[in-house]
């Protein structure tokens, strides 16, 4: 996939909470043996959203579980954090898989850091995954759209620049490119593929 995927950890929020927990003891009867496991279940509500446009890239409920053998006669305590904090690492792993995969199918979108004459930084690099000599638009943010009944950005207003051309990538965050048509670029605009390009 030429236009890749890049994200920076500051472009979005993950909020959540944790909506249910509980503890079972179950008993596993085997040929040879018979196990009792206390077993904490937790159900966390989650979104993962985009910072800068408001809005939300995924919308969840997770459930994670973590076994501990039970040993001995005696009632187990009140409280073992260890079954809550299990339950938890693996309801957020799970979590954190979907949020990756949902990443990684999202198109690359950056942003030019610096223009000097025809030859251009962005926020791209060699995570970005877009190859040398792929073309990209840029465009310029005229206005914020934003709801008027709760005053979150639902998009942008953008009207085209021109269009680039990765030449290099200094290391695994910036990429200089050179201008393909256009005018008028300036640091802070954005970097998208082309539409419609066969290289996506």
């Not at 006669?73 to 809550?84: G, I, M, N, S, T």
């Amino acid at each position: 996939n030429d236009t890749g995927s890049s994200f920076d950890a500051l472009d979005f929020r993950l909020s959540g909470a944790i909506t249910a927990y509980s503890e079972v003891e179950e008993q596993i009867d085997t040929t040879f043996s018979r196990k009792r496991y206390i077993v904490a279940r937790v159900t966390v509500d989650y979104a993962f959203s985009d910072i800068t446009t408001g809005r939300s890239l995924v919308v969840e409920s997770g459930a994670g579980e973590y076994r501990k053998i039970a040993t001995g006669v005696q009632e187990r305590p009140a409280f073992d954090p260890d079954l809550r904090d299990g339950a938890l690492r693996d309801a957020l792993a799970k979590a954190t898989g979907k949020i990756i995969r949902k990443l990684g199918s999202m198109p690359f979108q950056g942003k030019l850091l610096a223009v000097d004459g025809a030859s251009l930084v962005l926020k791209a690099g060699r995570r970005s995954r877009l190859k040398e000599g792929i073309q990209l638009a840029v465009y310029r943010v005229n206005k914020v759209l934003v709801d008027p009944d709760n005053g979150q950005v639902l998009g942008y207003k953008e009207s085209k620049v021109g269009v680039i051309q990765i030449s290099d990538h200094r290391d695994e965050n910036l990429s200089s490119a050179t201008i393909v048509s256009g005018s008028g670029f300036k640091a802070g605009n954005v970097v998208k593929p082309l539409p419609y390009s066969n290289s996506q």
